[in-house]
């Protein structure tokens, strides 16, 4: 088959720079409304309204597959699961169709995500691949055991040599709108994680109000946060396209205000190439091509890949393989 006409690589943009945040403005987004209707309509228009076919929709899954965050959150998660899944994460495409694809390189995941006492096992895994280990942090999934222990979990997880910090926000603070607590404990976890880069969860499904998310997605970003994300995986309601857009939008008016691009990660319910796909049109059409690279868009996801590389084969040889066929560990 003819090469892919790639979506092009991280290298062909400027690097993005840090968010050192700012202080704390109410208002930027006190007085903030969210039509819910509206969102739930621009939100829907979008996979109905654009459609990406044949070498082009293979382009973008593979970029979906360069901006996963392959992760494995679970009570019973072992070194040696964890290992499993660092190999994959380091080969996540077989080699064949990484030739019928004609890529040249074979593509790498965006990051591999565990709990903290994983990233010792993680960082050995994956030492000399260049994939960075991100760990869930301040006491997720609920973020409610006190501040020193919260803190004290990220420099654990840095220390242990963690690139990327997931932290978890009190959501009592949204519910209440006390906004300069919330902005005093991310600011202090932005501080605690140093030079690793530190995504914020909002837990959106907790926070009731597309309103809530707008304000709670400016107080992270004020505070210091390199990426704004939506859930934990654990709420009864994680990632949503409306939302995403409400927080697309929030990062959008950031960047405008302050002239730094900020991260998005959506994470909980997202399974399939398809879903990949809606969520990376959100991005292209209300943020433009830039966050369409794992440096501005991840995706929290683990059963993905399987279904991502499934759709590839079938891209590459016209049927489909069983699911088994694409194990992830």
Known sequence: MNELRPLGQTGRFAPVTRNPGTALN?????????????????????????????????AWLVKALQCIDLTTLSGDDTP???????????????????????????????????????????VKALEGSGIPV?????????????????????????????????????????????????????????EACGEAHMKAILATGDLKTLRNVYKASM????????????????????????????????????????????????????????????WMILMKEELGRRWLEPDLFRIGASSMLADIERQLEHHVTGRYAAATHQPLA
Not at 82 to 89: F, I, Q, T
Not at 135 to 144: H, K, M
Request: glycine share 8%.
């Open 80 to 122: 040696g699961r964890v290992h499993r899944l660092c190999a994959k994460a380091k080969r996540p495409l077989r080699d064949d169709i990484v030739a019928a694809l004609g890529l040249g390189a074979a593509p790498t995941v965006g990051a591999v995500c565990v709990y903290p006492s994983m990233v010792p096992p993680a």
């Open 26 to 58: 109410l208002a930027w987004f006190e007085d903030a409304q969210v039509n819910l209707s509206a969102a739930e309509r621009r939100a829907a228009s979008l996979p109905a309204r654009r459609s990406v076919k044949k070498n082009y929709q293979a």
């Open 134 to 190: 991100a760990s869930v942090a301040t006491g997720f999934p609920a973020g409610l055991t006190p501040l020193p222990q919260r803190l004290a979990e990220i420099r654990y997880a840095v220390d242990m040599g963690a690139r990327e910090i997931d932290i978890v926000i009190h959501r009592a603070q949204v519910l209440t709108q006390d906004w300069t607590a919330l902005y005093d404990e991310v600011a202090a976890m932005r």
């Open 219 to 278: 107080v992270a970003m004020q505070a210091g946060a390199d990426f704004i994300k939506t859930s934990t995986g654990k709420e009864d309601v994680n990632a949503t396209l409306p939302v995403s857009l409400v927080m697309a939008r929030a990062l959008r008016d950031y960047g405008e205000l302050t002239g730094h691009q900020i991260g998005f990660k959506p994470a909980g319910g997202l399974k399939t190439a398809k879903d990949a796909m809606n």
